[in-house]
C-alpha cells in the first residue's frame, strides 16, 4: 500500500502585480498542480485562496481513505469543511459514515460537513475511478447527497462557428446540490470545438479551479490566466488541474476537443455571478 502524505503542500495568495513580472516556471509552480492522480493515493493541495483543497483519488488495488492531514488541525478532514466528488474515471464508489454511493463517469457526491470516514473505491482495477476532488471550509451542514450528470441540468452552448459547442452540467449550486459555500460542475467540448468560456470572465467574488481531463496524451489545452489587460497562459497537460485567483480570467484553448471540471468556492452560490471581459478588451 502506498503511504499517504500526512501533510499538504501549500500554495499561498499570489497578488496582481507581482504576476506581471513571472516567468513561465513560477507561473507553473504557483497556479498549476501537474498530479491530479496518483495510483492508490489520495493526493491534495491546499490553497490560500480562500481555503480551498483541490485533489484526487486514484484507488486501483487500495480502498483509499481520505486522510486526516496534519494542516488542518482536525481529527477528521471534514470537521469543518465540505467536499464535492467528481468522477471521471470508471465505475466506483464512495462510503461516508458507512453509507455507500455509486459514481459513474462524471457523477458528482456532495458530501457534508462533520462526516467523518470517507472511503473510496474502484469497481475494477483494470478501468478505476478517478474522483476529482475539492473542498472548502464549512459553517453549516447539508446532507451527503449524489447527483447523476444525466440528472445534472445539462445545457448545450456556444456554436461550430466560433468552435466553442459545449455541454455544461451543474452539480453543486445554489439550485442544485446544497452546500454552504461550493459551486461545482463540469462542461465537455464537442469535437470540433476547443474554446471555453469565452468571452472570459472574473468573479472577484470567488476563486476557481480548472481541471482538465479526457485529453489525449499528445494534446494539450493553453490555459488563460491574469487581469482581461494582463494576460498570461499556462499549458496544461490531461487531469492537470489550474487555480484560479478571484481577479484572474480563466479561459482556455485546446489543440483539440476536451473536458473539464470547475469549482469555485467564495462569497456566494449564484452560478450566474461574472464580470464578463470583452473579447476585444482583452490584452
Not at 42 to 52: A, G, I, L, N, P
Request: with cysteine.
Amino acid at each position: 500500500m502506498i503511504l499517504q502524505q500526512t501533510i499538504m503542500p501549500v500554495r499561498h495568495t499570489v497578488g496582481q502585480n507581482e504576476i506581471q513580472r513571472f516567468t513561465t516556471r513560477e507561473l507553473r509552480d504557483n497556479f498549476l498542480i501537474d498530479t491530479v492522480f496518483e495510483p492508490d493515493t489520495v493526493q491534495v493541495v491546499y490553497t490560500h485562496y480562500d481555503r480551498v483543497i483541490v485533489g484526487g483519488a486514484l484507488p486501483v488495488y487500495e480502498t483509499l481513505p481520505l486522510p486526516a492531514y496534519d494542516n488542518l488541525k482536525t481529527p477528521h478532514f471534514l470537521d469543518r469543511r465540505e467536499l464535492g466528488v467528481i468522477n471521471v474515471g470508471g465505475p466506483g464508489s464512495v462510503t461516508v459514515d458507512g453509507e455507500r454511493f455509486d459514481l459513474t463517469k462524471l457523477d458528482c457526491l456532495y458530501v457534508g460537513q462533520g462526516s467523518r470516514d470517507v472511503q473510496f473505491d474502484s469497481l475494477s482495477s483494470d478501468t478505476p475511478a478517478r474522483f476529482f476532488l475539492l473542498s472548502a471550509p464549512a459553517h453549516a451542514a447539508y446532507p451527503t447527497t449524489k447527483l447523476a450528470k444525466e440528472d445534472a441540468n445539462p445545457t448545450r452552448l456556444g456554436s461550430s462557428t466560433t468552435a466553442n459547442e459545449r455541454t455544461i452540467y451543474k452539480y453543486i449550486h445554489r439550485d442544485g446540490l446544497q452546500s454552504c459555500q461550493l459551486v461545482m460542475g463540469l462542461t465537455v467540448l464537442e469535437p470540433g470545438s476547443v474554446w471555453n468560456t469565452m468571452p472570459a470572465h472574473v468573479h472577484d467574488r470567488r476563486m476557481e479551479a480548472y481541471c482538465y481531463f479526457d485529453l489525449p496524451t499528445d494534446h494539450r489545452v493553453f490555459h488563460l490566466m491574469g487581469q482581461p489587460q494582463e494576460t498570461r497562459h499556462i499549458v496544461v497537460a490531461n487531469e492537470q488541474a489550474v487555480v484560479s485567483p478571484p481577479w484572474s480570467i480563466h479561459s482556455g484553448c485546446g489543440t483539440t476537443n476536451y473536458s473539464f471540471i470547475w469549482g469555485m468556492a467564495g462569497e456566494n452560490m449564484d452560478f450566474a455571478d461574472m464580470d464578463h471581459s470583452p473579447i476585444a478588451d482583452l490584452l
